[in-house]
């Protein structure tokens, strides 16, 4: 019995070769599934590989793109500012110096704006850029952008990295020919045509010339942005433009002396509508000033904006009050002084302020400069025809020594450690040796400018004479250097 249930117990043979068979055809089906995995991996992997690379030329393709982007926004705020700050000159400057002086004079004030314009593009085009921007020494530019050569479509990193450095050019050309306009302010009504277009160009190669490629230069003593030299807070051009040129249009009217009949004569200005709207044109322009100076379209660019209209707004308020207190009644020239005061006093300093700093900068600006121009003209009694001392000589110095004051990391972070942290800029941001420097960078913006100007004024005379007969002063600039008047009044009454 037990032999017969072992016997049924095992499988009949048919069945056991089908299990084997199923086995068999198991272990096959098996087998065929890995080969084919392997073969779609190895189908896979080009196409992965190949996949990645696409994406890796779209990034690049992307990057590219936003880098043309950032370089077509930088460069067109930059084309635009260049223009601010030529309108700032013309037409902005003429007729704000235009109204200010009698109306026998007021084309030939305006001409010295205009032939300034022309005069210094061409000595800027041949060597004045090279010396400003050019690689030299701590003190002056060599002569390797000699007629702007290699001035192109490429950007110099050293200056600004996303916009040509023929845009840098013209937008620092713009820089040059505002500057000694400024000064025509102190010796308006008395200087020779011809000596005034000499002293302009020897001017802008000895004075100017020097002292931007200082401050601005890529190897400059007084640059904030080198190790080794004086760091010189100066973002727009408070020690480079309006020192240079206001401590400069003091010695030209020292050294020419006052005009006919100056000060028993009253000389008000003939159109306080000419300033008014000269002005203006001042403020608008400014924005491309100091704005512009961040060299790109960014975040500095605001920052420098905001600062600058807050600072001319508060010093506008600050002459007026000034005036109102001393005079009883705030007058509309006051108003429109007061206001370029405060964008003289914001120029080094827009870049590295706050708002509220730039309200403090401002109004400060407002009363000093009234002070200057109301207390101690008349008590020196030198004839600054149009306060070119007063408001830019003065209202400079003052902006520049507050900016070592004011100057905030958390706006510019200029000065970094050796790990790339940000340290701190100004007195209140805790770097009270700022100031100091603040303080020598002036020192050597004046002492060039006595000297550089005092020097060519003394050639300039030797070689043509500065001044013109007191019978053509008497006469008006107008007739006697250009051969016309501003204004017919036989046509006009009829």
Same mark, same amino acid.
């Not at 010796?187 to 005034?196: G, I, L, Y």
């Not at 009253?266 to 322009?285: D, E, K, N, Y």
């Not at 007063?390 to 050796?418: M, Q």
């Given at each position: 019995?037990?032999?017969?249930? $072992?016997?049924?117990? $095992?499988?009949?043979?048919?069945?056991?070769? *089908?299990?084997? !068979?199923?086995?068999?055809?198991?272990?096959?089906?098996?087998?065929?599934?890995?080969?084919?995995?392997?073969?779609?991996?190895?189908? %896979?992997?080009?196409?992965?590989?190949?996949?990645?690379?696409?994406?890796?030329? @779209?990034?690049?393709?992307?990057?590219?793109?936003?880098? &043309?982007?950032?370089?077509?926004?930088?460069?067109?705020?930059?084309?635009?500012?260049?223009?601010?700050? +030529?309108?700032?000159?013309?037409?902005?400057? /003429? +007729?704000?110096?235009?109204?200010?002086?009698?109306?026998?004079?007021?084309?030939? #004030?305006?001409?010295?704006?205009?032939?300034?314009?022309?005069?210094?593009?061409?000595?800027?085009?041949?060597?004045?850029?090279? =010396?400003?921007?050019?690689?030299?020494?701590?003190?002056?530019?060599?002569?390797?952008? =000699?007629?702007?050569?290699?001035?192109?479509?490429?950007?110099?990193?050293?200056?600004? /990295?996303?916009?040509?450095?023929?845009?840098?050019?013209?937008?620092?050309?713009?820089?040059?020919?505002?500057?000694?306009?400024?000064?025509?302010?102190?010796?308006?009504? *008395?200087?020779?045509?011809?000596?005034?277009?000499?002293?302009?160009?020897?001017?802008?190669?000895?004075?100017?010339?020097?002292?931007?490629?200082?401050?601005?230069?890529?190897?400059?003593? !007084?640059?904030?942005?080198?190790?080794?030299?004086?760091?010189?807070?100066?973002?727009?051009?408070? #020690?480079?433009? @309006?020192?240079?040129?206001?401590?400069?249009?003091?010695?030209?009217?020292?050294?020419?002396?006052?005009?006919?009949?100056?000060?028993?004569?009253?000389?008000?200005?003939?159109?306080?509508?000419?300033?008014?709207?000269?002005?203006?044109?001042?403020?608008?322009?400014?924005?491309?000033?100091?704005?512009?100076?961040? =060299?790109? %379209?960014?975040?500095?660019? #605001?920052?420098?904006?905001?600062?600058?209209?807050?600072?001319?707004?508060?010093?506008?308020?600050?002459?007026? !009050?000034?005036?109102?207190?001393?005079?009883?009644?705030?007058?509309?020239?006051? %108003?429109?002084?007061?206001?370029?005061?405060?964008?003289?006093?914001?120029?080094?300093?827009?870049?590295?302020?706050?708002?509220?700093?730039?309200?403090?900068?401002?109004?400060?600006?407002?009363?000093?400069?009234?002070?200057?121009?109301?207390?101690?003209?008349? &008590?020196?009694?030198?004839?600054?025809?149009?306060? /070119?001392?007063?408001?830019?000589?003065?209202?400079? #110095?003052?902006?520049?020594?507050?900016?070592?004051?004011?100057?905030?990391? %958390?706006?510019?972070?200029?000065?970094?450690?050796?790990?790339?942290?940000?340290?701190?800029?100004?007195? =209140?941001?805790?770097?009270?040796?700022?100031?100091?420097?603040?303080?020598?960078?002036?020192?050597?913006?004046?002492?060039?400018?006595?000297?550089?100007?005092?020097?060519?004024?003394?050639?300039?005379?030797?070689?043509?004479?500065?001044?013109?007969?007191?019978?053509?002063? @008497?006469?008006?600039?107008? !007739?006697?250097?250009?051969?016309?008047?501003?204004?017919?009044?036989?046509?006009?009454?009829?």
């Amino acid at each position: 019995m037990l032999r017969s249930s $072992r016997a049924q117990a $095992r499988p009949p043979a048919s069945l056991s070769r *089908r299990i084997g !068979l199923a086995r068999v055809l198991l272990l096959l089906f098996l087998f065929t599934g890995c080969m084919g995995v392997c073969a779609d991996a190895q189908v %896979a992997a080009p196409a992965v590989t190949q996949t990645q690379q696409q994406m890796q030329q @779209h990034l690049q393709q992307l990057d590219i793109a936003v880098q &043309s982007a950032q370089l077509s926004a930088d460069n067109g705020w930059m084309l635009v500012s260049s223009a601010l700050v +030529l309108m700032m000159t013309i037409p902005g400057l /003429a +007729l704000f110096y235009g109204g200010l002086v009698r109306k026998k004079n007021v084309l030939s #004030t305006m001409m010295h704006s205009f032939a300034m314009t022309g005069i210094i593009t061409v000595v800027w085009g041949i060597v004045g850029f090279s =010396l400003c921007f050019g690689s030299g020494n701590w003190f002056i530019g060599g002569l390797h952008h =000699l007629f702007l050569h290699g001035v192109g479509s490429v950007p110099d990193p050293a200056y600004a /990295a996303t916009i040509p450095l023929a845009t840098f050019m013209i937008y620092q050309l713009m820089f040059a020919i505002i500057t000694p306009a400024l000064i025509s302010g102190a010796f308006a009504e *008395r200087m020779k045509f011809s000596a005034m277009a000499l002293f302009t160009l020897l001017w802008s190669l000895f004075v100017y010339a020097p002292m931007a490629h200082m401050v601005w230069g890529k190897d400059g003593l !007084l640059n904030a942005s080198l190790p080794g030299g004086i760091p010189t807070l100066d973002f727009a051009g408070g #020690t480079v433009v @309006h020192i240079t040129s206001g401590v400069s249009a003091l010695v030209c009217a020292l050294y020419l002396g006052k005009r006919l009949h100056y000060p028993k004569e009253p000389m008000p200005p003939h159109s306080v509508v000419l300033s008014f709207i000269g002005a203006g044109l001042l403020w608008v322009g400014w924005f491309g000033f100091n704005a512009g100076s961040a =060299l790109s %379209a960014g975040t500095l660019a #605001t920052s420098a904006f905001v600062a600058t209209h807050f600072g001319a707004a508060a010093a506008a308020m600050g002459w007026c !009050l000034a005036e109102w207190l001393r005079n009883g009644k705030p007058s509309a020239l006051g %108003a429109i002084s007061g206001a370029v005061a405060g964008l003289v006093a914001i120029t080094p300093a827009a870049g590295f302020v706050g708002p509220m700093s730039a309200l403090a900068i401002g109004f400060l600006a407002g009363l000093f400069c009234y002070f200057m121009v109301a207390k101690v003209k008349q &008590s020196f009694g030198y004839d600054d025809s149009l306060d /070119a001392f007063g408001v830019h000589g003065a209202g400079g #110095t003052l902006g520049a020594i507050l900016t070592g004051v004011f100057a905030s990391r %958390a706006i510019n972070p200029i000065f970094k450690d050796a790990h790339g942290a940000a340290l701190p800029v100004g007195w =209140l941001d805790g770097n009270w040796m700022q100031v100091p420097h603040q303080l020598l960078g002036v020192a050597i913006a004046w002492t060039l400018s006595i000297v550089g100007t005092l020097v060519l004024l003394k050639i300039v005379d030797m070689l043509i004479g500065l001044r013109v007969p007191p019978a053509d002063e @008497h006469e008006g600039l107008d !007739l006697s250097q250009h051969g016309e008047e501003g204004y017919d009044w036989e046509i006009a009454a009829s």
